[in-house]
């Protein structure tokens, strides 16, 4: 394509005059601006990978719901196929914020890079998604953070990077009460039967908010997705266990 041949010959001259040069931590085609100060991994992360957001452990210490600080920085990115449709809508959308200057010849391909192992003197631990849950850009940053009612869907869905169910367990003991309108949205639009199931074990017969008007709603809705005679468990990282809630049809396993 002309226009990507173009931006090369521009982004080469730049680093030939030494206004660009590569990212030490991305490499091939990302590119740090000389004069500018570096920034935390979490905001290079979000200037250099346009699609992908903080999520899990970190997620929960940027909400303030663990006291544990994660050495690692947390980040979900999209599998391939839904990068690709992300850059195709991101791209037909800034053609029709510049017309005039969106003309096929011009255009270059928007990319979606994944983040490097070890960012900024941080390791990263990516978890690559189908389908992108809700996320909020952190006011007076780049960085994208997963929602707060992300976050509680998140940890449901993957306790090994959450710190483990029964951390689990106590950080939905503390906070969940505080967000439950946003917990209970967000886990009614997950098309997940089982963080339903434990959503609502957890919620309903652990924290007794069953039947509150907040929430009482859906999480009565969720329990068509209990299954008798079934194998779920609370903790997917430990084997079944006979403990278990009858109304829910899960094992209480942690």
């Not at 030490?24 to 601006?33: A, I, S, W």
């Not at 992108?132 to 850009?137: C, E, L, Q, V």
């Not at 998140?154 to 309108?181: K, N, S, Y």
């Not at 089982?194 to 652990?206: M, S, T």
Request: charged content about 25%; aromatic content about 6%; proline content about 6%.
């Amino acid at each position: 394509m002309p226009g990507a041949i173009q931006a090369q010959r521009v982004v080469k001259n730049l680093i030939r005059t030494h206004g660009l040069t590569s990212d030490p931590d991305y490499g091939r085609n990302v590119y740090r601006v000389l004069g500018l100060g570096d920034a935390p991994a979490e905001e290079v992360f979000a200037l250099a990978t346009p699609f992908g957001y903080v999520a899990h452990l970190s997620a929960m210490q940027r909400w303030g719901l663990t006291d544990r600080r994660p050495d690692a920085l947390h980040l979900v990115v999209p599998a391939a196929p839904a990068a690709r449709r992300l850059a195709e809508e991101r791209m037909a959308e800034d053609r029709r914020q510049f017309p005039d200057a969106a003309k096929e010849e011009n255009e270059v391909p928007l990319t979606n890079p994944r983040p490097p192992a070890i960012l900024r003197g941080r390791k990263t631990v990516t978890v690559t998604a189908k389908e992108m849950g809700s996320w909020i850009r952190v006011r007076g940053g780049h960085t994208r953070l997963a929602t707060v009612g992300q976050t509680f869907l998140d940890m449901l869905d993957r306790p090994d990077l959450c710190g483990g169910m029964a951390h689990v367990r106590d950080v939905w003991r503390e906070h969940a009460d505080i967000h439950l309108e946003e917990i209970a949205a967000s886990i009614d639009d997950s098309g997940s039967p089982i963080v339903k199931v434990r959503a609502g074990y957890l919620l309903d017969e652990l924290l007794g908010l069953g039947d509150d008007a907040r929430a009482a709603e859906r999480i009565a809705g969720w329990l068509r997705f209990a299954q008798r005679g079934s194998s779920r468990v609370l903790d997917p990282s430990k084997p079944f266990a006979t403990d278990h809630s009858e109304k829910w049809m899960l094992s209480l396993n942690v």
